[in-house]
């Protein structure tokens, strides 16, 4: 009798046990094309199980729940997490645990306007919360006044890098890390920069520097191109930057700017308007910024570029003269 109930009892232990043991351990086989499930930022245990189980990942959600809460109830990360081939439930478990999902990134380039950025969170990044993110010609004031920029706009305050999120994140949040980088080396390099320079706050600084960015010069050029421009503010000589009009047609630029394209009127015109214009036009990167607070020892108050090359005069005559020859170089490529 007492052989028959100690088998009893082994039954009784063993029998969940392997159980319990198979539907944790036992690997399935997912569809070819595998899953890629969102666990979203904020998202309770309960909540995260019951998303994979609908996507078909935990086929036991109960036993899963028993094994999370065995382990001590850890914290199952957020993330977008890819399961491929034979997955077992341990596993999915144990990925969660650590946080084994795949990043996902905001990438910000150098020289991109508020507006590019603003289309990028839109069309390209389907796991941000974009709640509260504005959008329209007013953006760039009402993510100032959410603490996304100063002076009255979010334009130029986005620093350039790549900012890793998980779904559920929020759009802002995104955008306020980005705004702090920008403004935190924007305060460092300003109290590092140059003396004699003609600004009179960061913000002027941060204006110059989207500028020399979006001429596209290579990192290179930039401090003898920002003297150029830092020159031309000090003897009250309009800046002429092309990229000025630019921003200031918005749409209207087809790619070629005409005669009438540079008489826009705008106060980011640059050939109208003597010094900086109100707001950045792009979003500057460091080799930029610290080309305008370092910028070469030079009285050049002219550029041009020529492919790679770029040739600077410090008089309208010499600077009419090297067009000359730019002109008469690429009359000679074309034929």
Request: glycine share 6%; charged share 10%; proline share 6%.
């Given at each position: 009798?007492?052989?028959?109930?100690?088998?009893?009892?082994?039954?009784?232990?063993?029998?969940?046990?392997?159980?319990f043991g198979y539907t944790m351990y036992w690997p399935q086989t997912l569809l070819k094309a595998g899953k890629q499930v969102p666990i979203r930022l904020g998202s309770g245990a309960l909540e995260s199980i019951q998303t994979l189980h609908r996507a078909g990942i935990l086929p036991y959600p109960q036993m899963f729940r028993l094994a999370w809460m065995l382990m001590g109830r850890p914290i199952l990360q957020a993330g977008l997490y890819d399961f491929q081939g034979r997955v077992s439930q341990e596993q999915v478990l144990r990925r969660l645990r650590n946080g084994q999902s795949t990043p996902l990134n905001l990438v910000i380039i150098p020289g991109w306007s508020l507006a590019m950025v603003l289309h990028e969170l839109h069309s390209k990044s389907p796991y941000l919360n974009l709640h509260a993110l504005p959008l329209g010609e007013q953006a760039g004031q009402q993510l100032a006044d959410m603490g996304v920029g100063a002076n009255g706009s979010a334009e130029g305050w986005l620093f350039p890098d790549s900012y890793r999120y998980v779904p559920g994140t929020t759009a802002?949040?995104?955008?306020?890390?980005?705004?702090q980088r920008m403004e935190g080396n924007?305060?460092?390099l300003w109290s590092q920069r140059a003396s004699g320079l003609p600004l009179h706050n960061p913000y002027q600084a941060l204006i110059l520097a989207s500028i020399v960015q979006k001429e596209g010069a290579p990192p290179a050029q930039q401090a003898h191109i920002a003297a150029v421009f830092l020159n031309r503010l000090r003897k009250g000589m309009p800046l002429q930057s092309d990229p000025t009009v630019i921003y200031?047609?918005?749409k209207q630029y087809h790619g070629h700017l005409t005669s009438q394209d540079m008489q826009v009127s705008s106060p980011?015109?640059?050939?109208?308007?003597?010094?900086?214009?109100?707001?950045p036009i792009?979003?500057?990167?460091?080799?930029s910024l610290q080309a305008v607070l370092h910028p070469s020892d030079s009285q050049d108050l002219y550029f041009i570029a020529q492919g790679n090359a770029y040739h600077y005069s410090s008089t309208y005559?010499?600077?009419?003269q090297q067009i000359k020859q730019?002109?008469?170089?690429?009359?000679?490529?074309a034929s």
């Open positions: 009798m007492r052989r028959i109930l100690l088998s009893f009892l082994l039954v009784i232990i063993l029998v969940p046990s392997g159980y802002l949040s995104l955008l306020q890390r980005a705004y924007l305060r460092h200031a047609l918005g980011f015109n640059t050939y109208l308007h003597a010094g900086l214009p109100p707001t792009s979003m500057p990167g460091m080799s005559a010499q600077h009419i730019y002109l008469q170089t690429t009359a000679r490529t």
